[in-house]
């Protein structure tokens, strides 16, 4: 077994300090070609010695040239130490998965565990060792493009979801699971905050709202055992994160007791100098290292200046010790030392990789993803029916969206793939090649066949490259075009059904009036077409939720349900009073609210009760309710508890998700769900940043979304205190 600390001791201080480096696996001995890059590629000014000292790589592709990369390595590394091989591993490896925040949307942790291990299993036979993933950055505002990546607004499903990540990735045990990878939890931290959605900008808050609301899925990762941190682009306090000491070296690594690796975002040292905190590179690596980031991403601060740094006396040298020692702690919890090449197979990789097994768990997780927003009795389409399939994503392979890496669009089955699979008729088709422009043959041709078919499935959206990294947008409704395309097929046919593509939530108010269906099909990943088609038809009923609220319009945004009240607040009996928190244009709610979902089934919740009024310490509350199957079809329904704390020391929101369960009902068929509520449910951040619980009214909520409740009351005391 390797002996780090013998290890650390023959190792020289340039060779100590290149093991801090990360480069991209293009610049390796035994790459075959550029890899993918996402910022500004500038001369690094390294030398063949850092290449081979270096302790890590991002990227690679594929089983080969990642073993043909590790064996040159390790022939130039002096001491034989292994690379460590990370790569974006966000929504599936080879096969992909909808993309995180459709997933959230099956609100199934369950689920999201099985894609993580598969894609942890594709990735793992190719030679991969860490995932840059889960990214668990709440966000409340879908004008940032990378809302994709998040599992939405809500703390509490943000965790959960954080953890069974972790757990897909990591296994049971990352030393000893078979094809797991190590997890790399993102960004450290809040970068889902960031001023008007706009990526990589400021962020601004309290220390409480960022410990409340921002950090829980960061430390519930962590306390799954997640074995890496990834800083953000973003400030925290005027900060940058890559600099901040008080977020990184203090609360993550003093408070939280976190011991792993921390890795900063590509080029977010150098970064330091633009957002005015470092006056030149050497400062910005003295603020770093100080910080306690381990690994330079892609810029050569470290490799240029820690040595000067030293031997000046500015940092210590045990500051680099400790950065490499936690390198090294993580290659041999991953057994590198043993095994540089983990659970490389390029034989088994071909059995592996994008098979019929891992295909039916992406068609299923797209199933579970898409979410049913209108619905006037057009749907499902019955399999008989006249249908025409138009629209710039009635043919196209653009379904897995951002982030999809080694994902190939040949792969995609699309719309139109998935509609003959289900119906038992032909249907016409028009494809539309953009999603800006649409020819005149091309809307001509739509409009012919939406006059000759029963029923049209309008496919809309944004193409990928509308969302994800970089991908921020002021304006979140559908391409004019596509909007103008809706239109003119509803001159000719009210029977339409408009099939969503995209990365996040949308502005849809002008889609509303001309469509009898709204189906909220996200980036569906390589099965999407195959999904969508029976969701249509009716061979998978929709239960999936929403994750993130659906403004009404851009101008409402940050919207999300878990807000606070005012001291003036609306009140919907009296909506003409001027002097409350309203918009004087439009409504304060969402268009969709968090939770909210339809099914080709209806429900009724009915008979809430509570086990008893009062709650104390070492007790709990039994929350039931009953929930029948009102329709004619079989369902699934996610049932949804919130809380509400009447009188905190601070303002509290109006409604908080503590638990869902998903139960499946037979048409006719009643059932009771159960929850229970504990003290540690009620618990807060105080002002004084104490997270604990006050004595007082309480509200529960039971119901089918956030705004869809029933409601009952409970009072939590102090055991002795009288009824």
């Not at 009716?538 to 993130?548: F, H, I």
């Not at 369960?661 to 004084?688: C, N, Q, W």
Request: with cysteine.
């Amino acid at each position: 077994m390797m002996d780090i600390d013998v290890l650390l001791k023959q190792m020289t201080l340039d060779e100590k300090i290149d093991q801090l480096m990360q480069l991209a696996a293009f610049l390796f001995d035994g790459a075959s070609h550029e890899g993918e890059i996402t910022g500004p590629l500038s001369d690094l000014g390294i030398s063949n010695r850092t290449i081979h000292n270096s302790g890590s790589v991002l990227g690679g592709s594929g089983a080969s040239e990642i073993k043909n990369i590790q064996a040159s390595h390790l022939k130039t590394n002096r001491l034989k130490i292994p690379l460590l091989i990370m790569a974006d591993i966000i929504h599936g490896y080879k096969t992909i998965f909808p993309h995180n925040l459709a997933l959230s949307c099956s609100f199934d942790p369950g689920l999201v565990e099985e894609t993580a291990k598969i894609a942890a299993k594709e990735a793992a036979v190719s030679g991969i060792h860490v995932t840059f993933a889960p990214m668990v950055d709440l966000v409340r505002d879908p004008r940032w493009g990378r809302v994709m990546e998040s599992t939405g607004e809500d703390p509490y499903l943000n965790s959960e979801l954080a953890k069974a990540f972790v757990r897909g990735f990591q296994g049971e045990n990352i030393q000893t699971s078979k094809y797991s990878i190590a997890a790399c939890v993102k960004h450290f931290a809040a970068y889902g905050a960031i001023e008007a959605g706009r990526d990589y900008n400021t962020v601004n808050m309290s220390e409480r709202e960022l410990r409340e609301v921002y950090l829980p899925g960061y430390k519930a990762a962590l306390d799954e055992n997640a074995q890496m941190v990834m800083t953000a682009f973003n400030t925290v306090d005027g900060k940058p994160c890559s600099a901040n000491k008080d977020l990184m070296r203090y609360l993550l690594r003093d408070e939280w007791g976190f011991d792993g690796v921390i890795i900063s975002d590509w080029g977010s040292i150098r970064e330091l100098i633009p957002h005015g905190v470092a006056e030149d590179e050497k400062n910005a690596a003295a603020l770093a290292i100080e910080a306690g980031v381990d690994i330079e991403m892609m810029t050569s601060t470290y490799v240029s200046y820690l040595k000067e740094l030293i031997e000046e006396g500015i940092i210590e040298e045990s500051r680099v010790d400790e950065s490499v020692r936690r390198i090294l702690n993580l290659k041999k919890t991953l057994r590198l030392f043993e095994n540089p090449y983990r659970f490389l197979d390029e034989n088994k990789a071909k059995d592996i990789i994008f098979s019929e097994e891992h295909r039916l768990v992406a068609r299923r997780a797209a199933e579970e993803s898409i979410v049913l927003l209108e619905n006037d009795g057009v749907l499902p389409i019955q399999k008989d029916d006249d249908v025409g399939l138009i629209g710039p994503f009635a043919e196209s392979q653009d379904l897995l969206g951002p982030w999809s890496w080694i994902g190939d669009r040949d792969d995609v089955e699309t719309i139109a793939m998935g509609m003959n699979k289900v119906l038992s008729k032909p249907f016409h088709t028009q494809s539309i090649q953009s999603v800006h422009t649409i020819k005149e043959e091309e809307m001509l041709g739509s409009i012919e066949v939406a006059k000759k078919v029963d029923k049209v499935i309008l496919a809309l959206g944004e193409s990928s490259d509308m969302s994800g990294e970089g991908g921020s947008r002021s304006k979140i409704e559908l391409p004019e075009v596509q909007l103008e395309l809706l239109k003119k097929i509803h001159e000719v046919n009210k029977d339409i059904v408009v099939v969503l593509i995209n990365g996040r939530p949308l502005d849809v108010t002008r889609v509303i009036p001309f469509a009898k269906a709204v189906v909220e099909a996200w980036f569906p990943g390589s099965c999407g077409g195959s999904a969508i088609g029976r969701i249509l038809v009716g061979d998978k009923n929709p239960s999936a939720k929403l994750t993130m609220s659906f403004p009404d319009s851009v101008g409402q945004i940050p919207i999300y349900y878990n807000h606070h009240n005012t001291g003036r607040p609306y009140d919907h009996n009296n909506p003409h009073n001027r002097y409350v928190s309203k918009f004087i244009d439009g409504p304060n709610k969402p268009r969709y609210p968090f939770g909210y979902g339809l099914s080709y089934t209806t429900y009724a919740y009915d008979n809430l009760n509570l086990s008893q009024p009062v709650l104390t310490d070492n007790e709990t509350i039994n929350v039931s309710i009953s929930v029948k199957n009102t329709g004619k079809r079989l369902g699934d329904e996610i049932v949804q508890l919130y809380l509400r704390d009447h009188v905190g020391e601070v303002v509290r929101p109006l409604k908080e998700l503590k638990s869902f369960e998903k139960v499946r009902l037979a048409p006719g068929e009643t059932k009771i769900v159960t929850f229970t509520i504990s003290e540690e449910m009620l618990r807060y951040t105080h002002s004084d940043l104490r997270y604990s619980s006050d004595y007082g009214e309480f509200s529960v909520f039971v119901g089918t979304s956030s705004a869809n409740t029933l409601e009952a009351s409970f009072k939590y005391q102090m055991e002795s205190e009288e009824n």
